[in-house]
């Protein structure tokens, strides 16, 4: 009930407050006003991310987010990662439609999984489901490299156009079916699926390396999911653990 309490308090602060504020910085601010105020509601949204990690830190194991995540998140600007008219919205700790029947991650699940991954800079990434590539580009200040492939071509042309105007210049780019993985590059040190499956995908976990951490939504769409963190060892052995209860849109396989 506290993580709800914390949660509804900061989402009455963000309507009444932050949302009026951007709307109207928005329409008379530019330069200098404008990335202040972004700023400003960016600072507030680690805040109750922040918080949401300490409330669910007895089942995840995590009482804080590492510096190299925190950094991550203040660089990568989420609000063009929306669509305009969602752009007011873009820094509530709230998934937000991105269109394809597909949604932008809440800021704290983007967080969590990014932790879980313990990425290093040497790292190569597998993302499954692009999005609208808010993700990627996280995973990009952390990694060496991140592949990451998307089901829906619309959306992928969107997410590469962000990334070119962002400069993320290690984000390569696939559109087809996640299930599948993306042999040419395996294996990876981590894989990432930001969108539920009843199961593991096999060619994933074929795709992971020795010693690689793969963390994804596992249960059917509208029933128990869990967030799942699977890792591979050096003989090859996999162990799984089930590690929050999440709600994500189900993974497509239209290919």
């Known amino acids: 009930m506290k993580l709800i309490f914390v949660f509804c308090c900061y989402f009455l602060f963000y309507s009444a407050i932050v949302i009026p504020v951007i709307s109207t910085f928005m329409k008379e601010a530019k330069g200098t006003a404008m990335v202040e105020t972004y700023q400003l509601v960016q600072e507030k949204m680690l805040e109750a991310i922040n918080a949401q990690i300490e409330e669910t830190s007895c089942l995840t194991g995590i009482s804080s987010l590492s510096t190299k995540v925190l950094k991550a998140l203040r660089f990568v600007p989420r609000h063009l990662f929306v669509s305009e008219d969602q752009e007011p919205y873009a820094y509530l700790n709230s ?8 949604t932008i991650s809440q800021p704290f699940i983007v967080a969590i999984m990014t932790e879980l991954l313990d990425i290093r800079s040497t790292d190569k990434v597998l993302e499954i ?12 200040q952390l990694a060496s490299k991140v592949y990451t492939i998307e089901i829906f071509p619309s959306l992928m042309e969107e997410a590469v156009s962000r990334f070119k105007k962002l400069g993320y210049l290690n984000i390569q780019t696939y559109v087809g079916n996640g299930a599948n993985g993306w042999s040419e590059y395996a294996p990876y040190n981590k894989i990432i699926v930001t969108a539920a499956s009843e199961t593991v995908p096999h060619n994933l976990i074929e795709q992971l390396s020795p010693n690689g951490i793969m963390v994804i939504p596992l249960g059917k769409d509208n029933e128990d999911q869990y967030l799942t ?5 050096l003989s090859g052995k996999i162990t799984q653990k089930m590690i929050l209860p999440v709600r994500f849109v189900p993974f497509t396989n239209r290919y």
């Open 95 to 102: 998934a937000l439609p991105i269109g394809e029947g597909q």
């Open 129 to 140: 489901g692009t999005g609208s590539g808010y993700q990627a580009a996280i995973l990009s």
């Open 229 to 233: 963190v699977i890792k591979k060892d």
